[in-house]
């Protein structure tokens, strides 16, 4: 019978310069935040009962529509993108977000989507020539004196979900290299410092989680291993505040995605940009003509920790290696939420011990629900 090979950490597989591992303050590795930055700012927090974790958001109804057709300056039937049709009642009153262009429309009759029947010219404004695609704002819905509730706006909440996914790291150390003196090298116990290690890879792949991850198939099966939607994948669907331009990153891009939340949501509550750290030292670089400081001969370069739009919302910037080079995301940090299925969060617990082996592992189960996603936040890559 051959000799059996050995599993795990073993005391033989220290090779002969390192048995006595250095490992003091002064001379250990230095793991820099463990590379975390977006999940430390997020946290942890709250739990979730299920596999499939599901939540209701909650949303105002739209007052942006947008035109269907060039219009001259005198055209009565009007027609709207087919989705904004329902927005506009009898009395509606609507004006164009074109530059230089005032005038305001009252909807006179509905006979039917996409078409608008409308009075041109309403109040003290005349009739403008509109451009196919133009932005519409709705100003109000004028009523007649003792009118009747004649329509139900009610708007039912919607419905989302993501997947828990699991997390697990496995320890096992050899009876004998745990009993070996390693102390002088500041290491009283090998296994407790391999599962120190493998606790922070973990922590940092739940970050990356967060940032990159996509829903697999289904809730998990005999051939699908479970894995949740990370921010980038739920942010940038389809019908959200998306951009793909090709461009270098600047001061009016990140006012233009504020723009884009502000008009859907009205404002940015606890607002964030995250980034790359290469995307970072553009942010540091928008408004370096205009900083005026006293010399230091012992200090230089500049931080940017907030970045504040020029609609007054402050924006607190995080990068993260894990957020690919060319994306930006924008958003409201209050509407994400990091949570572990419950009696199930990451913690690390010590197996059973077989042969002259410890056992034992990290493992953990997490989600993450963003809420309003298509709402409160904006997306852009190709970004340098």
């Not at 591992?21 to 590795?29: H, K, N, T, V």
């Not at 429309?105 to 133009?134: D, F, K």
């Not at 019908?239 to 891009?253: A, F, Q, R, S, W």
């Not at 690919?324 to 690390?348: C, E, H, N, T, Y």
Request: with cysteine; aromatic share 8%; glycine share 8%.
């Amino acid at each position: 019978m051959a000799l059996a090979s050995a599993s795990g950490a073993a005391s033989f597989d220290l090779t002969a310069n390192t048995v006595q591992l250095d490992l003091s303050s002064e001379l250990a590795e230095l793991i820099r935040g463990d590379n975390t930055a977006f999940l430390s700012r997020l946290g942890a927090i709250g739990t979730v009962n299920q596999t499939v974790h599901y939540w209701n958001d909650d949303s105002l109804i739209s007052n942006i529509a947008a035109l269907a057709e060039d219009l001259d300056n005198s055209e009565t039937p009007v027609d709207v993108a087919s989705a904004d049709y329902t927005k506009f009642k009898i009395g509606t009153i609507f004006k164009f977000d074109e530059k230089g262009k005032t005038e305001v429309c009252q909807v006179t009759a509905l006979p039917g989507t996409p078409t608008l029947t409308v009075a041109r010219g309403y109040g003290s404004t005349s009739g403008e020539t509109h451009a196919n695609g133009a932005k519409i704002i709705i100003i109000a819905h004028t009523r007649q004196e003792n009118q009747d509730i004649d329509e139900d706006d009610t708007k039912e909440r919607g419905s989302n979900y993501n997947y828990t996914q699991i997390f697990q790291r496995g320890v096992r150390i050899g009876y004998t290299r745990e009993k070996v003196d390693t102390a002088s090298g500041g290491i009283a116990s090998e296994f407790a410092h391999q599962v120190a290690y493998r606790l922070k890879e973990e922590m940092r792949s739940l970050d990356n989680s967060v940032i990159n991850g996509i829903m697999s198939a289904s809730a998990g099966s005999d051939s699908v291993y479970r894995s949740m939607a990370g921010l980038l994948e739920v942010v940038s669907a389809a019908g959200g505040n998306t951009d793909t331009t090709t461009e270098n990153l600047t001061e009016t891009i990140v006012n233009d995605m504020a723009e884009l939340i502000v008009n859907d949501a009205g404002a940015i509550e606890n607002g964030f940009i995250l980034c790359s750290p290469a995307l970072r030292r553009v942010i540091s670089t928008f408004d370096e003509a205009f900083r005026r400081g006293s010399f230091d001969s012992t200090r230089a370069g500049y931080y940017v920790e907030n970045f504040v739009t020029d609609m007054g919302f402050n924006l607190e910037v995080i990068s993260d290696p894990w957020v690919p080079a060319d994306v930006l995301v924008m958003g409201d940090l209050s509407a994400i939420k990091v949570m572990g299925l419950a009696s199930d969060q990451m913690r690390f617990e010590e197996l059973a011990k077989l042969g002259r082996a410890y056992r034992g592992q990290i493992t953990g189960q997490y989600t993450m629900e963003v809420r309003n996603a298509l709402y409160k936040f904006a997306y852009h890559n190709s970004l340098s």
